[in-house]
């Protein structure tokens, strides 16, 4: 018997805020010295009262917009409680029956090759919990309670997935849509993203049992755990056995899903409306400007870089996946079209995107550094691609001022200005050289003419090094063999 699988997924990440969801401590995650940024509201000290974090509430409207949700008539904050040793109070602050937003979608096409959107059920706010830190002797646990009270996001989706491939491709696509929205850094090497994997599989098209896997921290744990699980149910009922509902974690070292709990329900958690934080009115945001505000999609900047520039699936693919490389890219074609008056052709377009996904991300991944430190502007950066396709420079003297002006940030056509780096295009000179190249190798000559065609190359690189590399090359080739 055939066994389709079904997926939901609930994608946790932390919000970008200075300070925590309802108190003043900082959030900051690469704090390094435990239990540094608390005080009595996030470490649940008697009659410490929460305070709301407005930018995270503002943030989680953002996520709306971008995710083309209903921002909700009213969002409450609940309690919802239980005890686990990272949780001081007893209870998390959380929303149950009044998300913030409502609804929503993200097309996954790009990434899977094939039409797919996900359907999104609601996304809510709360706050995470501390971390805890478990000893080598494993007898022991160390609390954390930096991270205790951080805003954090939860979004639901609805059991639209049906595969572990599709599910790694819709929470990559929303780590873009949190980055591009500037919300979140999602992180899930830092624990700032993290998703659980609810999974059923089912021989008709009612839903099967659902299976919850907690705290997968890496896109490649979401894929093995879904995976195992699929294999796992699907040989339990194949066996004649039933799937029991319960909640599961991931081991990644044993590569298997192992089990945690029976499955908790709603009544389970004592859910009950915050009596300290009052039900909070979207009438108090600014929504028109916090819409307004939401950056290009992802998904809308790839389809406008193919329609537009003409760049393959592919190429967009890479440029969106860094928005700051994306805006980079389009600064440098902006300015190149500034100084031309027109439009780049396609020819333009695909020269630059090959020196910048290539050349220049080479440089950068050398040094270790971020579009945000780098000494190449944009102009300068599309200046040596008008001197490169206009031919004043070859391709040889193009890399070479590039690599100076990654160290320096020069200005490449005063470069070429003041040190003759030009190409030599004056066939006068170049026969001058390749006529000296010819009687200074006599033997290359001899070889040339015995059908070696790599005397004829050796040549040719013996009039690049006497032009001192600002020769075109297919132009010396032709006049030597001309010539020979």
Known sequence: MKYAPTIGLEVHAELKTATKMFCGCPNDPDEKHPNTNVCPVCLGHPGALPTPNKKALEHMITIGFALGGKINEVFAFDRKNYFYPDLPKGYQITQLEHPTVLGGTINVEARLGSPKTVQIHHVHLEEDAGKLVHAD?????????????????????????????????????LQLILRYAG????????????????????????????????????????????????????????????????????????????SQRSKEEAQDYRYFPEPDIPPQDPSAFDLAALERAVPESPDAKRTRFKEQLGLSAEQANILVEDRAESEYFEEAISEWEEDLQHQLDAAQVALLFNYLNTDLKGL??????????????????????????????????????????????????????????????????????????????????EDYKKGKMNALQFMVGKSMAALKGRGNPAVLKDLLQKEL
């Open 137 to 173: 002797d494993g007898k022991s646990s160390l609390v954390d309670f930096n991270r205790g009270g951080v805003p954090l996001m939860e979004l639901v989706t609805d059991p639209d997935m049906h595969s572990a491939k599709e599910a790694v491709a819709f929470a990559k696509e």
């Open 183 to 258: 919300v979140s850094e999602a992180d899930l090497d830092r624990g700032q993203m993290r998703a659980d994997a609810n999974i059923s599989i089912s021989a008709t098209d009612a839903l099967g049992t659902k299976v919850e896997i907690k705290n997968l921290n890496s896109f490649r744990a979401i894929e093995d755990a879904i995976n195992y699980e699929i294999k796992r149910q699907t040989d339990l009922l194949e066996a004649g056995e039933r799937i029991k509902q319960e909640t599961r974690g991931w081991d990644d070292v044993k590569q298997r899903t192992v």
């Open 364 to 445: 950068m991944a050398n040094a270790g550094i971020s579009f945000a430190d780098l000494k190449v502007t944009q102009e300068n950066f599309a200046d040596l691609m008008d001197l490169l396709s206009k031919k004043e420079i070859n391709s040889r003297t193009a890399k070479d001022l590039l690599a100076r002006m990654f160290e320096s940030g020069a200005d490449p056509r005063n470069l070429v200005k003041e040190e003759g780096l030009g190409q030599v295009s004056g066939e006068g000179e170049l026969l001058d050289v390749i006529k000296a190249v010819i009687k200074e190798n006599p033997k290359a000559v």
